[in-house]
Nanobody
Framework: QVQLVESGGGLVQPGGSLRLSCAAA????????MAWYRQAPGKQRELVAA???????KYADSGKGRFTISRNNAKNAVYLQMNILKPEDTAVYYC???????????????WGQGTLVTVSS
């Protein structure tokens, strides 16, 4: 049923750090590309970071140099380490997996419920 569950969000001061976690069901993390997205108030959901099944990563310019995505296949988990946080980082952060679905003849986007990050003094 529920395949992705995020945790680790909260209120943090500008310049502070947070580590978000995404717990996945089965072997989702090891077999699929994983990503973190965020949606700020009044804005579209946007990609923050992604990691492929082969281990390559990419980052949006907004978080480049401050954010790090990683995965632990043994724990079936994905993480987003966020440093030097800015008020502009305030958003609901979502874990995402692209899973092949033979019934759809394409990739199914699997989403977590989101975790709120608020950066404010």
């Amino acid at each position: 049923q529920v395949q992705l569950v995020e945790s680790g969000g909260g209120l943090v001061q500008p310049g502070g750090s947070l580590r978000l976690s995404c717990a996945a069901a089965g072997s989702i993390v090891s077999n699929n590309a994983m990503a973190w997205y965020r949606q700020a108030p009044g804005k579209q959901r946007e990609l923050v970071a992604a990691v492929t099944s082969g281990g390559s990563t990419k980052y949006a310019d907004s978080g480049k140099g401050r954010f790090t995505i990683s995965r632990n296949n043994a724990k079936n988990a994905v993480y987003l380490q966020m440093n030097i946080l800015k008020p502009e980082d305030t958003a609901v952060y979502y874990c995402n997996a692209a899973v092949w679905n033979s019934g759809l003849l394409g990739y199914l986007e699997v989403w977590g419920q989101g975790t709120l990050v608020t950066v404010s003094s």
